[in-house]
């Protein structure tokens, strides 16, 4: 996640992310407490990400996270979507959820990504348990404009979070 702050530091406009996958990081503590039942405040355990969105945002860098997702969610989802409102909505991310079976006719990409200023991809690459393998920072617009293109496909179909219920 290192080269993640810098692209946020330098970004002007926009930052776009879409997550496709239905877990994530199986190993995690905080989703292995969360799952267990164990509740927390996602602002405090994540301080550092949660100040920098913040801080992201306030600059007028608009800042907006697709998910598509498997009905019925899974336990990770569920996860997900409770931190989603004290944790992305709160730092002034904008959140959608696609269901995958509204994704029909949409071309998506295979891998998810970060997109900054139209300019920039960073590709998130993970194993096939959803563990973090590493990011791909690639510097070209031609890939960053299909991809946002897509992504825009998805945006203008997902539900905002706070219309979407699990």
Same mark, same amino acid.
């Given at each position: 996640?290192?080269?993640?702050?810098?692209?946020?530091?330098?970004?002007?406009?926009?930052?776009?992310?879409?997550?496709?996958?239905?877990?994530?990081?199986?190993?995690?503590?905080?989703?292995?407490?969360?799952?267990?039942?164990?509740?927390?405040?996602?602002?405090?355990?994540?301080? @550092?990400? #949660?100040?920098?969105? $913040?801080?992201?945002?306030? *600059?007028?860098?608009?800042?907006? /996270? +697709?998910?598509?997702?498997?009905?019925?969610?899974?336990?990770?989802?569920?996860?997900?979507?409770?931190?989603? @409102?004290? #944790?992305?909505?709160? $730092?002034?991310?904008?959140? *959608?959820?696609?269901?995958?079976? /509204? +994704?029909?006719?949409?071309?998506?990409?295979?891998?998810?990504?970060?997109?900054?200023?139209?300019?920039?991809?960073?590709?998130?690459?993970?194993?096939?348990?959803?563990?973090?393998?590493?990011?791909?920072?690639?510097?070209?617009?031609?890939?960053?404009?299909?991809?946002?293109?897509?992504?825009?496909?998805?945006?203008?179909?997902?539900?905002?979070?706070?219309?979407?219920?699990?």
């Amino acid at each position: 996640m290192a080269i993640l702050p810098q692209l946020f530091k330098r970004a002007v406009r926009s930052a776009i992310h879409l997550e496709m996958r239905d877990g994530y990081e199986p190993d995690d503590p905080d989703w292995l407490n969360w799952r267990d039942g164990n509740r927390f405040d996602p602002a405090d355990r994540w301080n @550092e990400w #949660f100040t920098m969105m $913040s801080e992201t945002t306030a *600059r007028g860098v608009e800042v907006r /996270r +697709a998910r598509i997702v498997s009905e019925p969610v899974t336990d990770y989802v569920r996860y997900e979507y409770d931190v989603t @409102e004290p #944790f992305n909505i709160a $730092s002034g991310e904008e959140v *959608r959820w696609l269901p995958r079976s /509204r +994704a029909v006719g949409l071309l998506v990409p295979a891998v998810d990504f970060w997109i900054f200023d139209k300019a920039v991809v960073v590709i998130n690459h993970f194993d096939g348990y959803g563990g973090k393998l590493r990011h791909q920072q690639l510097d070209d617009t031609a890939l960053a404009a299909r991809y946002s293109l897509a992504f825009e496909d998805i945006w203008d179909r997902a539900t905002p979070h706070a219309q979407y219920a699990i």
